[in-house]
Structures are given as structure tokens and as C-alpha cells.
């Protein structure tokens, strides 16, 4: 054999021993796996290993029983309360209990450890106060099939929980966060919403509400989502402003009870909060087609800041903790709609054709292939490139330009005279794909500190702090070259 051919098989050799190697470590990290999934599986203490088909609990107390039943309404299942009181549940509270019961797995068994490995359990189950238990949760599916898990006394040592399932003579302990869970009372498993829905499920939303301040001309007003925005529609009145629609939606979505103030909405209970004569009524209509309606009162007696909700049908007084949903709901309708003087969706915008007094430019955006990007360039009245950040600040500032009032819904163009706007100071129009307009701006020249903005497809007129439009620019010359940002 030659020194090669010897070294070549050394080579082979060490190159088989490092595989076997590798091969080794990778079967032991699988066992360890195996293992650990296997312990884990021992050391479950129910069987229940999924929500879907949890059809009740029944959860003993020392106070009290509680059970749930879970049903379904329309496309969603949701949870009932039947004893001790007939309401519905929290879904996020049940769901959360159940939730800890499929992770929940012992830490240690209690009893004899015997020579074959495995543990005798104690025969005197009252040492760990689980003959009886303090507290049992039962869980049973659809099939009929169930569970019940006794939880005892907590141990004086790491603070563990003794558990049992019945039926089984194992005593386990676990950690002490199932106590948290079994340790409920009647308002944390009720459902505490004021309204059964989220915000994205709200389509329309009709408002009455009593003034409490001078100047609320109109004491109702209707918001309707369509093709995806709001507008305000009662009165008619145009766009409404995004942000505080959703803030208002919010506000009604997000209002829980933070006391129950009666089960039943009688007559004495009802003078009592104020919703007797309620500071503001809600209509809410869903997506799907449902109407709620929802009455709120501020404390009548102004003692304490309390707002009182109270849903139509047979629905708890709550008391709720938002204390500002009726300030929120209290505002003139003119103050709900969109300021912006114009709308358009920045990314889409192409072209932009600009012109003040005696200036004006084209912008036009085009795609860099070798770079992969979107550049401007000027095509009048010159043909360069120009920086792209001033043309971005001159579209956000196109597009967040708001007035201060509306003072004009739909105005013929026969009377943009009134305004100015017959002969507007500065045009912008807003181009995107195939030259379709995106939108067309006009602001008309300062007269008496006021200027005036035009959304030329609609009509509509808003006052103008002229200073938010003084140093929009038609000048070429404000649009650098690149080269010449460079060189400065």
C-alpha cells in the first residue's frame, strides 16, 4: 500500500468516525426528545387536550356552584352562564380556565416510593384536604364523557396545590396558579361587555344624546360605514373623520362593567342612575344585520364620576368604567367630519401638476429598473431629476391638509366666486394610473386671515389657516437635482 493510498484511508476512516459520531449525538438528542415528551405525557392530569368539544364545567366552590354551558349563536359558540344566575359568561375568563386545565401537569406524585419505582399513594386524603376537596371542576364534553379534578390545600412549603382526579387514587401536586383559576366568584365569569360585538362588526351607529354644553346644535347624528369608511349621513353631511369614529366606536366596544348595579332595569333603579332620562341613546347595527340599543347616565347626583350603561332586552344595569363614553358621544356632527381638505391614497399618486400665481411644474414618478426604486423627475418646464423627499413632504402635506370648517357641502361651480375660488392662488391635481385624476385641490387667495380650499370632485369648501399652505411651492426651483444636493 502507498504512503497515498494509506492516507486516503486514514482519511476515509476519520470521515466515517466523524458520521457516526454525528449519528450518535443526533439519536441521543431524539431520545432526550422522546423522553421529555414522554414524562410530559405521564404527567398529565387530564385528559382534555382541546376546547372544541367542552360542552360544560361545573365548578364547585365553598361559596358557591357555578355552571356553564357552552352554545352556539349564529357562526360562534359562546358561554352561558346557568346557576347560580342565568347570564352570559365571559368567553375570555372560561376559556382561560380551561386553557390552564389542558397545560396543567403535576410536578411531583405524593406517596411511598416503592422498590420497583413506583408510589403508594396516602390513604388519608383529609391530610391534604381533599376528603372533601375545597374546590372541583368538572368538565364534560359532547359525547357526555368527563373529568373532574379535586383541588385540595396548598402546600406550606413552595406554595404547590394537592390535586386528585376522582376516580383515581394519585395525589399530585402542581404549581400554585391553578388556585387562581378555581378561586372564582360570580363578576369575574360573567360577562362584563356592555356591547356583544367589536368594533370592526359596527356598520351604523345613530346617536341622541342630551346637550351639556352651549353649542350643540344638533342632539343626534348617524355614522355609516360604507365600502369601508365612514361618513356622517344624519344629517348629511360628508366624510367623517377616521380617528375619532374609531374612537368612539372604541369607546363603546371597550366598555365593561366595573360594578353590577341591578339585575333588572326597574323603574326606582333606573332613577336611581339617571337612565330615566338618559344623557345619550345609542342605536348600533352590525355587519350581519342586528340592532342594539344602548342607553347611557352619568351619575345624576355628580357625587361620584359613574356612568351607567344599560342594553335593550332583558340586560344588568352596569356600572360601567368609562367614564368618558358619554363625553365622547356628546359632540355636534359637524365636529365628527373628515377636516381633510382632500383625500387620496399617497402610494398611488404618479403625477402631480402644480400651479401658483405665475409658476408651475409637472412632477412625474418612474420606476428605476437598475435600481429598483420609484424616482420624481420634473417634465415642466424643464425635463431633470429631482430629490424624492421634497416631493414626499409635498404629498404628505397635500394629504393631511385640514380646515377648520366646513362651509360648503357641494358648491356649484358657478359660485366658486364666493369663496375666492373662481381665481384659486394654487391648483393641484393629483394623477395616477392611465392619467385618472385622484383628486384636485384649489385654495383661494388670504382675504381677512382666512383662506379657503376646494375638493374640486365634490364641491366641498373648508376655511384654511392660511399659514398651513403659505410655503406649498410651484417653484421648480425649490425641487433640487440630486447632484446638487450632493454638492451642497
Given at each position: 500500500?502507498?504512503?497515498?493510498?494509506?492516507?486516503?484511508?486514514?482519511?476515509?476512516?476519520?470521515?466515517?468516525?466523524?458520521?457516526?459520531?454525528?449519528?450518535?449525538?443526533?439519536?441521543?438528542?431524539?431520545?432526550?426528545?422522546?423522553?421529555?415528551?414522554?414524562?410530559?405525557?405521564?404527567?398529565?392530569?387530564?385528559?382534555?387536550?382541546?376546547?372544541?368539544?367542552?360542552?360544560?364545567?361545573?365548578?364547585?366552590?365553598?361559596?358557591?356552584?357555578?355552571?356553564?354551558?357552552?352554545?352556539?349563536?349564529?357562526?360562534?359558540?359562546?358561554?352561558?352562564?346557568?346557576?347560580?344566575?342565568?347570564?352570559?359568561?365571559?368567553?375570555?375568563?372560561?376559556?382561560?380556565?380551561?386553557?390552564?386545565?389542558?397545560?396543567?401537569?403535576?410536578?411531583?406524585?405524593?406517596?411511598?416510593?416503592?422498590?420497583?419505582?413506583?408510589?403508594?399513594?396516602?390513604?388519608?386524603?383529609?391530610?391534604?384536604?381533599?376528603?372533601?376537596?375545597?374546590?372541583?371542576?368538572?368538565?364534560?364534553?359532547?359525547?357526555?364523557?368527563?373529568?373532574?379534578?379535586?383541588?385540595?390545600?396548598?402546600?406550606?412549603?413552595?406554595?404547590?396545590?394537592?390535586?386528585?382526579?376522582?376516580?383515581?387514587?394519585?395525589?399530585?401536586?402542581?404549581?400554585?396558579?391553578?388556585?387562581?383559576?378555581?378561586?372564582?366568584?360570580?363578576?369575574?365569569?360573567?360577562?362584563?361587555?356592555?356591547?356583544?360585538?367589536?368594533?370592526?362588526?359596527?356598520?351604523?351607529?345613530?346617536?341622541?344624546?342630551?346637550?351639556?354644553?352651549?353649542?350643540?346644535?344638533?342632539?343626534?347624528?348617524?355614522?355609516?360605514?360604507?365600502?369601508?369608511s365612514w361618513s356622517v349621513t344624519e344629517p348629511e353631511l360628508g366624510p367623517a373623520d377616521e380617528g375619532l369614529v374609531l374612537g368612539i366606536l372604541g369607546g363603546l366596544?371597550?366598555?365593561?362593567?366595573?360594578?353590577?348595579?341591578?339585575?333588572?332595569?326597574?323603574?326606582?333603579?333606573?332613577?336611581?342612575?339617571?337612565?330615566?332620562?338618559?344623557?345619550?341613546?345609542?342605536?348600533?347595527?352590525?355587519?350581519?344585520?342586528?340592532?342594539?340599543?344602548?342607553?347611557?347616565?352619568?351619575?345624576?347626583?355628580?357625587?361620584?364620576?359613574?356612568?351607567?350603561?344599560?342594553?335593550?332586552?332583558?340586560?344588568?344595569?352596569?356600572?360601567?368604567?368609562?367614564?368618558?363614553?358619554?363625553?365622547?358621544?356628546?359632540?355636534?356632527?359637524?365636529?365628527?367630519?373628515?377636516?381633510?381638505?382632500?383625500?387620496?391614497?399617497?402610494?398611488?399618486?404618479?403625477?402631480?401638476?402644480?400651479?401658483?400665481?405665475?409658476?408651475?411644474?409637472?412632477?412625474?414618478?418612474?420606476?428605476?429598473?437598475?435600481?429598483?426604486?420609484?424616482?420624481?423627475?420634473?417634465?415642466?418646464?424643464?425635463?431633470?431629476?429631482?430629490?424624492?423627499?421634497?416631493?414626499?413632504?409635498?404629498?404628505?402635506?397635500?394629504?393631511?391638509?385640514?380646515?377648520?370648517?366646513?362651509?360648503?357641502?357641494?358648491?356649484?361651480?358657478?359660485?366658486?366666486?364666493?369663496?375666492?375660488?373662481?381665481?384659486?392662488?394654487?391648483?393641484?391635481?393629483?394623477?395616477?394610473?392611465?392619467?385618472?385624476?385622484?383628486?384636485?385641490?384649489?385654495?383661494?387667495?388670504?382675504?381677512?386671515?382666512?383662506?379657503?380650499?376646494?375638493?374640486?370632485?365634490?364641491?366641498?369648501?373648508?376655511?384654511?389657516?392660511?399659514?398651513?399652505?403659505?410655503?406649498?411651492?410651484?417653484?421648480?426651483?425649490?425641487?433640487?437635482?440630486?447632484?446638487?444636493?450632493?454638492?451642497?
Amino acid at each position: 500500500m502507498t504512503l497515498v493510498q494509506r492516507r486516503l484511508l486514514s482519511l476515509m476512516m476519520l470521515v466515517g468516525l466523524a458520521f457516526a459520531g454525528a449519528g450518535l449525538v443526533y439519536w441521543q438528542q431524539q431520545k432526550g426528545e422522546r423522553d421529555v415528551e414522554a414524562k410530559q405525557a405521564a404527567d398529565k392530569l387530564l385528559a382534555l387536550d382541546n376546547l372544541a368539544p367542552v360542552a360544560m364545567i361545573t365548578l364547585v366552590t365553598p361559596h358557591t356552584t357555578f355552571e356553564l354551558h357552552r352554545r352556539t349563536e349564529g357562526n360562534e359558540r359562546v358561554w352561558r352562564l346557568t346557576a347560580p344566575l342565568e347570564t352570559s359568561a365571559d368567553r375570555v375568563v372560561v376559556d382561560g380556565i380551561l386553557e390552564h386545565l389542558i397545560g396543567l401537569r403535576r410536578t411531583r406524585e405524593v406517596g411511598e416510593p416503592q422498590p420497583d419505582g413506583s408510589i403508594t399513594p396516602p390513604a388519608d386524603l383529609k391530610l391534604f384536604e381533599l376528603d372533601p376537596a375545597p374546590f372541583r371542576i368538572t368538565v364534560t364534553l359532547d359525547d357526555g364523557s368527563h373529568e373532574t379534578l379535586e383541588v385540595g390545600k396548598k402546600s406550606s412549603f413552595d406554595g404547590s396545590i394537592f390535586v386528585r382526579v376522582t376516580g383515581k387514587p394519585t395525589i399530585s401536586l402542581v404549581p400554585g396558579a391553578l388556585f387562581y383559576q378555581v378561586d372564582q366568584e360570580l363578576f369575574k365569569l360573567r360577562d362584563k361587555k356592555l356591547v356583544p360585538f367589536e368594533t370592526n362588526d359596527m356598520q351604523k351607529l345613530s346617536v341622541q344624546y342630551s346637550p351639556d354644553r352651549k353649542g350643540l346644535e344638533h342632539y343626534h347624528y348617524t355614522l355609516t360605514k360604507v365600502d369601508g369608511s365612514w361618513s356622517v349621513t344624519e344629517p348629511e353631511l360628508g366624510p367623517a373623520d377616521e380617528g375619532l369614529v374609531l374612537g368612539i366606536l372604541g369607546g363603546l366596544a371597550g366598555a365593561r362593567a366595573k360594578h353590577f348595579e341591578a339585575e333588572h332595569a326597574t323603574l326606582p333603579v333606573l332613577e336611581k342612575t339617571g337612565l330615566a332620562k338618559p344623557s345619550a341613546t345609542v342605536e348600533i347595527t352590525t355587519t350581519a344585520g342586528d340592532l342594539v340599543t344602548v342607553t347611557l347616565a352619568q351619575d345624576p347626583n355628580q357625587s361620584l364620576a359613574s356612568t351607567f350603561g344599560l342594553r335593550s332586552g332583558a340586560f344588568p344595569v352596569l356600572e360601567l368604567n368609562s367614564e368618558g363614553l358619554v363625553k365622547k358621544l356628546r359632540v355636534r356632527a359637524d365636529e365628527l367630519l373628515d377636516k381633510r381638505v382632500v383625500r387620496f391614497e399617497r402610494n398611488a399618486v404618479l403625477e402631480i401638476r402644480m400651479s401658483r400665481g405665475e409658476q408651475s411644474l409637472t412632477l412625474v414618478k418612474e420606476r428605476d429598473i437598475e435600481k429598483g426604486l420609484d424616482t420624481w423627475k420634473l417634465t415642466t418646464p424643464e425635463a431633470r431629476p429631482v430629490e424624492d423627499p421634497p416631493v414626499a413632504g409635498l404629498l404628505y402635506r397635500l394629504g393631511n391638509l385640514k380646515g377648520v370648517q366646513v362651509v360648503a357641502q357641494a358648491l356649484p361651480e358657478a359660485e366658486r366666486n364666493k369663496f375666492g375660488l373662481d381665481k384659486p392662488e394654487l391648483t393641484a391635481t393629483l394623477l395616477g394610473e392611465a392619467q385618472k385624476v385622484l383628486a384636485t385641490l384649489m385654495v383661494s387667495a388670504a382675504k381677512d386671515g382666512v383662506r379657503y380650499g376646494l375638493d374640486v370632485a365634490s364641491g366641498r369648501v373648508l376655511s384654511i389657516v392660511p399659514q398651513n399652505v403659505d410655503d406649498l411651492s410651484a417653484n421648480p426651483a425649490d425641487y433640487r437635482e440630486p447632484a446638487a444636493a450632493a454638492k451642497e
